[in-house]
């Protein structure tokens, strides 16, 4: 069971917006950043998105997200095929003084 | 740009010990540390600590804190995870990755590319 909730799987067809969820509490979300990593097939993970909504040099701006209160989102805009992969949410988490990782959400792109 | 390297995979039997490399290049390491995280067959991401040079300081999962050592040594800038008495469930990739001066409330990019670490007897 993972501090910090997502959900399991994701699914959109090309062209679509899909959204992931990340829910958290008060002593990770609710205190912290959150930041977003990819993981393709087979390699190691990405970031893809820092401090809530900030995208590293290189990730197009398909990929937006936001937090807000101890929940945050990661959205997706135009998916492509490419755009398979897990995602995971993180943050650092004050109580447990370490940082927490989500589940983890396999989006699929029909 | 920053870059980890790590060892490659190894099988070691329950209640051995394994040791994983991070090798860094274009940044002095004195000045920044690294996290580990695994992941286990299948499953999502867990960490394990980080090893901040910057501060001098380490921080361990409290899973794993009572069996896992992190190093650096600087004059080769490579980082160390060890992990001592291990079981079947320790069965995972192993990445290292970079997350700046304050490990703390800090992301991790870039990361290495994983170490398999395999416990069976």
């Known amino acids: 069971q993972s501090v910090l909730t997502q959900p399991s799987s994701a699914s959109g067809t090309p062209g679509q917006r899909v959204t992931i969820s990340c829910s958290g509490g008060s002593s990770n979300l609710g205190s912290n950043s959150v930041n977003w990593y990819r993981q393709l097939p087979g390699t190691a993970p990405k970031l893809l998105i820092y401090s809530n909504d900030q995208r590293p040099s290189g990730v197009p701006d398909r990929f937006s997200a936001s937090k807000s209160g101890s929940s945050a989102s990661l959205a997706i805009s135009g998916l492509q095929s490419e755009d398979e992969a897990d995602y995971y949410c993180a943050a650092w988490d004050e109580s447990l003084k370490g940082e927490v990782f989500g589940g983890g959400t396999k989006l699929t792109v029909l | 740009q920053v870059q980890l390297v790590q060892s490659g995979a190894e099988v070691k039997k329950p209640g051995a010990s394994v040791k994983v490399s991070c090798k860094a290049s274009g940044y002095t390491v004195s000045n920044y540390g690294v996290t580990w995280v695994r992941q286990a067959p299948g499953q999502g991401l867990e960490w394990m600590g980080w090893i901040s040079t910057y501060k001098g300081n380490t921080k361990y999962a409290q899973k794993v804190q009572d069996r896992v050592t992190m190093t650096t040594d600087t004059s080769t800038s490579t980082f160390y995870m060890e992990l001592r008495s291990l079981r079947s469930d320790d069965t995972a990739v192993y990445y290292c990755?970079?997350?700046?001066?304050?490990?703390?409330?800090?992301?991790?990019?870039?990361w290495g590319q994983g170490t398999l670490v395999t416990v069976s007897s």
């Open positions: 990755a970079y997350c700046g001066g304050d490990c703390q409330y800090n992301w991790f990019d870039p």
